[in-house]
């Protein structure tokens, strides 16, 4: 890890555990990723406002140039539309823009729910293959890095498995490419993998759960001291600047996000034990 850097409600910063401030960013990090900053800042009607975007943006330390390119990349991906220009434009995700920040929300929604519960598994796999032609190749890549990033796992070339319900999603997003006669699901109570059928076993052939594990492992010991160290603030009658706080949180929130898109977000029923 690298040396943690720690801002104080002046905004001068110092390095963990010279004056009790908060530890906000590890500078092996290389920077922040502007494009999480711009997806974490649509509305929930999936439009992005240019005057709350710059605003963040600069507090940041993210250059205007920097965010224009973002946004161009986000329009040619077919993810957003522009209305207006310049500072004032506002930014309206598409039907394929609302349909990758739905997924993302809906992921965070499962996460929580499992971690309430902790358990739930109907002991089902949910499987999905697609033999989609050369001619459509770029829909057969969209299909399948929607596969991957609502974590399923390949069980054999262009078969895949999650231990999830997520048929209403691969389907509509088949439709949505227009693939649909390309793609059959169905769901099993009795996969095997090499001849072997025991569940957790099957998971964790299928996926890469010790990386996963020193991913969460990794950015909670980064941030373990935060919590006491905002509490310090609080007691001292000190107030965390927007100037201070906005950069500190995009840091953290990509850091947590860098362990959140390798998370399959298998069912409790699947991880080892210990699980971060």
Excluded at 9 to 28: L, N
Excluded at 102 to 109: A, E, M, S, T
Excluded at 168 to 193: F, K, M, Y
Aim: net charge negative; hydrophobic share 40%; with cysteine.
């Amino acid at each position: 890890m690298g040396e943690t850097t720690v801002y104080n409600s002046t905004g001068s910063s110092s390095t963990s555990g010279d004056d009790g401030g908060v530890p906000i960013v590890d500078t092996a990090d290389g920077g922040v990723t502007t494009r999480l900053m711009v997806l974490g800042l649509a509305h929930t009607d999936g439009t992005v406002v240019g005057t709350e975007l710059y605003r963040v943006a600069t507090e940041c330390g993210i250059s205007v140039e920097t965010v224009r390119s973002c946004i161009r990349r986000l329009i040619a991906e077919g993810l957003f539309e522009r209305e207006g220009e310049g500072r004032d434009a506002i930014f309206h995700a598409t039907e394929s823009g609302l349909a990758a920040l739905d997924v993302d929300h809906q992921r965070h929604l499962l996460a929580y729910a499992q971690d309430l519960a902790g358990k739930g598994w109907d002991r089902l796999w949910h499987m999905v293959a697609f033999a989609i032609p050369e001619s459509q190749r770029a829909a057969r890549d969209s299909f399948r890095e929607h596969v991957l990033h609502l974590g399923g796992a390949q069980v054999h070339p262009g078969i895949y498995a999650s231990p999830h319900p997520w048929e209403e999603e691969v389907r509509a997003d088949a439709a949505r490419l227009g693939i649909a006669g390309h793609v059959s699901t169905w769901s099993t109570d009795d996969l095997q993998l090499g001849g072997v059928g025991d569940p957790r076993i099957i998971a964790s052939e299928l996926w890469n759960l010790n990386e996963v594990a020193a991913l969460y492992e990794g950015f909670t010991a980064s941030y373990r001291e935060v919590p006491e160290r905002l509490q310090e603030m609080r007691d001292r009658g000190e107030k965390l600047s927007e100037h201070d706080f906005l950069p500190g949180a995009l840091h953290i929130a990509i850091r947590f996000n860098a362990c959140f898109e390798h998370d399959p977000l298998l069912p409790p029923e699947l991880l080892p034990r210990p699980w971060p």
